[in-house]
């Protein structure tokens, strides 16, 4: 048994979420297990989202004081400054933990600390080349680089000597890129429960559903573009746009704006767990268009509802399709082209849902939980 601090600075309900508390319960009948958060939760409300089963009464779970976070949040600080600093925070509050896990990306513990990469935060310069920018803003991105690094105590030698873990191959790419090494990769867990992919494909709706939060990355609009080309070309075709409004307003004024001006797009908001199983189990096509999507959970669920999922062909979500050039599109012609043939040859959709890979055994919680018990196991040994 050993002592575990699990930081995870902000519990909400995203991807980041499920891994940590797929972390704690994979740990926490063999650990003595401390959650860290800058917020008060409710675990029972997880616990339900996620399909985990995390007990309260063996977590013991501590916040930073609000009147520290608040003076941050006060001097409008970048995210990425305002995480470092949140992280500096954090760091001095464990400082001699047994082992320190982040479920929420580089905190820079050194040799006890499993640090979980979503999408890295520190060194983005360098994904960048002058040209690219312009010599002045890169200049200003390697500064800014260079003080988030000051302060969260980042070195690449430090760094490496923790045990680093990435949620999928692509974004272990670009932690190579940036940090100059390949970590392992551990897949988020799925939660594929009330999932139901055996329905009769005829039964379903001849509609798609994209899942995300709405916001400019997400590249909703492109989505619309999308059906809204395939039912121009007289495909009997509907399209259920899904997630919760990002702090772009104009930007989700006009994704309502386009799905109250056409009778085959509905606008469903923050939909409850329930209501978007439900979605997804009764319906035949899913559309995901976020370009460096880190790993993709909403297309991992698509595929354990049975859906057939077309994505852009850059981002972690091509690791959930197994890379299948009938899903994914360079382009939006590409995608137009792709989903026609698909709507146009029911074989074809038969073929592509079969050769799909079973969610659960390659993605789902119980696998989850027994690689992360090993990686601590091993670093407990080490």
């Known amino acids: 048994m050993a002592d575990i601090t699990v930081v995870h600075p902000s519990m909400r309900m995203s991807g980041c979420e499920a891994v940590c508390m797929g972390v704690l319960e994979a740990l926490q009948t063999d650990h003595c297990i401390t959650l860290l958060t800058i917020n008060e939760f409710d675990i029972g409300e997880h616990n339900d989202f996620f399909g985990t089963n995390v007990n309260q009464d063996e977590i013991e779970h501590k916040t930073i004081p609000n009147k520290i976070v608040s003076s941050l949040l006060i001097n409008n600080f970048s995210h990425q400054t305002y995480t470092s600093c949140i992280r500096r925070l954090i760091k001095q509050r464990i400082d001699g933990e047994e082992i320190v896990i982040s479920t929420q990306n580089e905190i820079c513990g050194g040799e006890n600390s499993i640090e979980y990469i979503h999408f890295p935060q520190l060194n983005q310069a360098y994904t960048y080349e002058s040209a690219d920018v312009g010599q002045y803003r890169y200049l200003k991105m390697r500064g800014h680089d260079s ?8 070195s690449k030698s430090k760094f490496r000597n923790g045990k680093i873990v990435a949620n999928s191959e692509w974004t272990a790419d670009y932690v ?6 390949h970590p392992d990769v551990i897949y988020p867990p799925v939660n594929t ?6 329905p009769e494909w005829s039964s379903r709706e001849e509609g798609f559903a994209m899942v995300g939060r709405i916001h400019p990355s997400k590249n909703i609009l492109q989505g619309i573009r999308i059906v809204d080309e395939l039912v121009s070309r007289g495909h009997d075709i509907h399209l259920h746009i899904v997630g919760v409004a990002g702090k772009d307003t104009a930007y989700v004024d006009t994704v309502r704006e386009h799905a109250e001006a056409k009778d085959y ?11 978007l199983i439900t979605l997804l189990n009764t319906h035949k096509f899913g559309l995901h268009t976020m370009l460096g999507e880190h790993f993709g959970i909403a297309v991992a669920e698509m595929v354990a509802a049975g859906m057939i999922p077309i ?6 979500q091509n690791e959930i399709i197994g890379y299948n050039s009938n899903l994914v599109y360079e382009n939006e012609n590409d995608a137009i082209h792709k989903v026609e043939q698909i709507l146009q040859k029911p074989q074809l959709a038969m073929d592509l849902r079969e050769s799909l890979p079973d969610i659960k055994e390659r993605y789902g919680i119980a696998r989850f939980k027994r690689e992360i018990r090993a990686v601590v196991a091993e670093h407990i040994t080490d």
């Open 147 to 154: 003080v988030c690094n000051k302060i969260l105590g980042y």
């Open 265 to 275: 797009l509905f606008y469903e908001g923050d939909l409850s767990r329930e209501n």
């Open 311 to 316: 994505v852009p062909n850059n981002g972690g």
């Open 176 to 181: 190579q890129r940036l940090h100059g090494f």
């Open 193 to 198: 429960k009330q999932f139901k992919p055996t």
